[in-house]
């Protein structure tokens, strides 16, 4: 089933600098402690909204997803992923991390696992976010070309789980942070 939904409008949080002319500065207006997930969603919303802040960055790969660490510190890390239609995630989760998603350009779809049936889709587009806890298993893939997204993180990334279904039977394999999410079936 596939579900095309309205862009959401979460509260952004008055803990994350409104107007933040730099990537500094945001970072100089977070709290030091981990982030809730409106404090995620409110950073990632801000950074997707300001292109001049990530621009330079931004390149595309099939073969490879490209994607760039903006920030990390003890409490958040906050990336640039760049999408192409043929870029996909695999099913994963962020071990102990709460994250945030915000859609920068074009469009892209986040799968939820549907044991024994086929997994729900939302394609999230340009203006579009959306925050989830530490218990999240989904899988991202691209949908429109050249599709940007910032993601945040709290307590940064460290371990994350990669799932394959061998033979139906579902296992979860760990992966450090720094390696590309990428089916493994
Ligand atoms: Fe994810």
Do not use: K
């Not at 409110?42 to 330079?56: C, F, G, N, Y």
């Not at 579009?128 to 298993?137: E, K, N, Q, R, V």
Request: proline share 6%.
């Amino acid at each position: 089933m596939t579900l095309t939904v309205d862009q959401p409008t979460p509260t952004p949080s008055a803990d994350v600098c409104a107007e933040p002319d730099s990537l500094d500065a945001l970072v100089a207006s977070l709290p030091e402690r981990d982030l809730t997930q409106d404090e995620l969603l409110t950073i990632a919303q801000r950074l997707a909204e300001r292109p001049h802040l990530w621009r330079d960055l931004v390149a595309f790969d099939d073969d490879r997803r490209h994607f760039v660490q903006l920030h990390r510190d003890g409490h958040v890390d906050i990336w640039l992923l760049c999408w192409t239609p043929v870029n996909d995630t695999g099913w994963h989760d962020h071990d102990v991390s709460s994250g945030a998603v915000a859609v920068a350009g074009g469009a892209l779809v986040e799968h939820d696992l549907v044991l024994g049936g086929e997994s729900n889709e939302r394609v999230v587009t340009t203006g579009g976010s959306w925050a989830f806890g530490p218990d999240h298993i989904h899988r991202m893939t691209g949908l429109d070309d050249r599709s940007v997204s910032v993601h945040a993180y709290s307590p940064p990334l460290w371990r994350m789980g990669q799932y394959t279904a061998d033979g139906g039977v579902l296992r979860r394999v760990s992966r450090s942070y720094a390696d590309e999410l990428r089916p493994i079936d």
